[in-house]
């Protein structure tokens, strides 16, 4: 269950970084294209992937033990 949770969190905070990718070079907010400027979904998805923000924050570091422990063949086959 944890696991799934990290994923989430990971997807949602990529989804935010790609978002923000948009506004930052073409002024274009795609959450808000999508779902209306700040309707309650639009909302509801900002705050998503600013807890999944915090939430990696927390896991990170034990992110970065699996992989020094593990070695850095860790790669996605």
Avoid: C, E, H
Avoid at 17 to 43: E, I, K, P, Q, Y
């Amino acid at each position: 269950m944890k696991a799934i949770l990290d994923w989430i969190a990971l997807v949602l905070l990529i989804i935010g970084g790609l978002n923000w990718l948009l506004v930052g070079l073409f002024s274009f907010d795609l959450v808000a294209a999508l779902f209306g400027t700040m309707t309650g979904l639009a909302r509801l998805i900002y705050i998503l992937v600013g807890l999944a923000a915090i939430y990696v924050i927390f896991i990170a570091p034990k992110l970065v033990q699996k992989t020094s422990t593990t070695g850095s063949s860790t790669a996605v086959r």
